[in-house]
T-cell receptor, first 114, second 116 residues
Framework: KAGVTQTPRYLIKTRGQQVTLSCSPI?????VSWYQQTPGQGLQFLFE???????NKGNFPGRFSGRQFSNSRSEMNVSTLELGDSALYLC?????????????FGQGTRLTVV | GDSVTQMEGPVTLSEEAFLTINCTYT??????LFWYVQYPGEGLQLLLK?????DKGSNKGFEATYRKETTSFHLEKGSVQVSDSAVYFC???????????????FGKGTHLIIQP
């Protein structure tokens, strides 16, 4: 069974640009969540999608947005990039949404903003 | 808001030593608790979980018990191996108000180094 696939693995962008990251969940998983990992702030929840609907959102500015498609694949978009957006962005999928759900993580996309 | 506190390390042990990584949490209600492990260059892997008080999660020789009275979920292993070297994250997840769940709230992670 294939795991969670994130593309691309590495990205370098210039301040002010926008970027789109992609996540393909494990087959059959309908929930996709996104997390930002930085050395200073650690792992922080961005948002969760379930059946194409955003179910929950973390405390990030509106520059961070996402969507989920009918095949459960998800994209995350960051507009007007800032240096502080440099981070490892992790996607996680699970079969259900709920506090007991086991989240399976991808390897992440390493975004560097210069 | 919710929070998870764990030692950041690095924690350095010799092979076959006993391991304890402390984790305490602050949350309203009855969250589920998780331990995740991250190997270099990899994403996070679920190590074990517990969904209610006094539950014990276990996997690959690791154990943790959900202690509501002390709001703790300490990770233990009786005999560590070099291959256990990684960063370990304690996390919680609460049921949200809209039918789904809140996102995972993570601790800062504990860097574990096992020397042969």
């Amino acid at each position: 069974k294939a795991g969670v696939t994130q593309t691309p693995r590495y990205l370098i962008k210039t301040r002010g640009q926008q970027v789109t990251l992609s996540c393909s969940p494990i087959s059959g998983h309908r929930s996709v969540s996104w997390y930002q990992q930085t050395p200073g702030q650690g792992l922080q929840f961005l948002f969760e999608y379930f059946s194409e609907t955003q179910r929950n959102k973390g405390n990030f500015p509106g520059r961070f947005s996402g969507r989920q498609f009918s095949n459960s694949r998800s994209e995350m978009n960051v507009s007007t990039l800032e240096l502080g957006d440099s981070a490892l962005y992790l996607c996680a999928s699970s079969t259900l949404t709920g506090k007991d759900a086991e989240a399976f993580f991808g390897q992440g996309t390493r975004l560097t903003v210069v | 808001g919710d929070s998870v506190t764990q030692m950041e390390g690095p924690v350095t042990l010799s092979e076959e030593a006993f391991l304890t990584i402390n984790c305490t949490y602050t949350a309203t209600g009855y969250p589920s608790l998780f331990w995740y492990v991250q190997y270099p260059g990899e994403g996070l892997q679920l190590l074990l979980k517990a969904t209610k008080a006094d539950d014990k999660g276990s996997n690959k020789g690791f154990e943790a018990t959900y202690r509501k009275e002390t709001t703790s979920f300490h990770l233990e292993k009786g005999s560590v191996q070099v291959s256990d070297s990684a960063v370990y994250f304690c996390a919680l997840r609460r049921q949200g108000s809209g039918g789904g769940a809140d996102g995972l709230t993570f601790g800062k992670g504990t860097h574990l180094i096992i020397q042969p």
